[in-house]
């Protein structure tokens, strides 16, 4: 698995990645011990560790003084550490120091890649400007659409990778990001190449979204049903063809596009066998997440306004809440998603950042647990598992990653906590000493001496 550091990072032009043989020398420090006669099939053994598996139904699914088996890069055996089969060897065995290991973070919804910020737009309205008026202004989303456009694919990839790190150094392990910052071919082509380099250089799981039905661009004012000829007709079919996108999504909302609109959106998503997800009663009840639901989507995604009609047709085809609370908190918004309603008909729940340069500049993920919380009265177990087991649900990738599951990828997260609560508890804290990415060591801090 490729991994850049320091400064080649950030080059349009990284030297070569090392392989995974010579990634596997960074474990042998002083808390990692090589076993001289290593069994085959099982290359690290973790140990002294409490583990959430986050694979139960109900709690974190806990396991006390566990012990974790790697190989391949995946999850070969979990349990408790008395229970390990009799003579089992491997290449290494690691020592967790009394901390906990939770499933690798995953932040579902984010649109990371960008150019440039809108720091004014958030001074201009807490004097008083009003979203028309900035808007009028040449502020709004066609200000990142501009700056992104103009941004060399370089540029934009060292202004992203600041932020991605943000999110890796508190455990995060996949990510999703979405484009709809460029609204033409080639610009939208830039974001999501940018974004599979950043999985490429910071060995991440990044998963991409075309985001084409995102705003309507200028040069399409008042023609909406022709911008979306140009995103069903020519951009998504060529992106895909480029393996460029991973799943489809729009905004469907008054200031955003029609639910006829969306609709169309989906059928070309679907037409090339994407999955779709969508961006749903944020400021109003358009039916979009009803409309996600029926096309048996993977997520309707913010859901402050959302129906019980919308709540019935999700429930009825296993479609994930995504709540997104940085955009409720930056934009100070009042009215709650229906998170009781959503519990009751056993929707799934999962949280993420919705990094963006507009309505949610965040990048901590521990941060939007904590506000999942205190705004939306979740309790610590629901976001934790709505930042990795629903997580994975809402991008479909549940097989693969979000719990400590045999043959699962090793995509874990290394804590100094006492407890799993602890992760949406503190504010601005960051308890996180390592991540495993498919098995590889990254990591955070050094291990204090007892």
Known sequence: MPSVDGENALSPNPSPARGRGEQNESLRDSHVKADPHPASGCDLLIVNVDLATMSAPQG?????????????????????????????????????????ITPGLIDCHTHIVYAGNRSSEFEARLNGAT????????????????????????????QSLPRVRSLLAEGVTTLEIKSGYGLTLESEAKMLRVARTIGALLAVDVKTTFLGAHALPPEYAGRADAYIDAVCGDMLPALAAEGLVDAVDAFCENIGFTPAQTERVFAAAQRLQLPIKLHAEQLSNQNGAALVARHDGLSADHLEYLSEAGIAAMAQHRTVAVLLPGAYYFLRETRLPPVQALREAGVPIAIATDCNPGTAPLTSLLLAMNMACTLFRLTPQEALAGATSIAAQALGIASETGSLVV?????????????????????????????????????NKPVEAA
């Open 60 to 100: 974190y699914g806990e396991i006390r003084d566990g012990a974790l088996a790697l190989s391949a890069g995946r999850i070969g055996w979990v349990g408790r550490r008395s229970d390990l089969p009799a003579g089992i060897r491997a290449a290494d065995t690691f020592d967790g120091n009394g901390g906990w």
């Open 131 to 158: 979203y028309e008026e900035i808007a009028g202004a040449g502020g709004g989303i066609m200000a990142t659409v501009r700056a992104t456009r103009a941004a060399s694919e370089a540029q934009l990839l060292h």
């Open 407 to 443: 043959g699962k990828h090793a995509n874990l997260a290394l804590w100094d906590i006492g407890h799993p609560s602890e992760l949406s508890y503190a504010i601005g804290f960051n308890p996180c000493r390592a991540a495993f990415q498919r098995g590889i060591l990254r990591q």
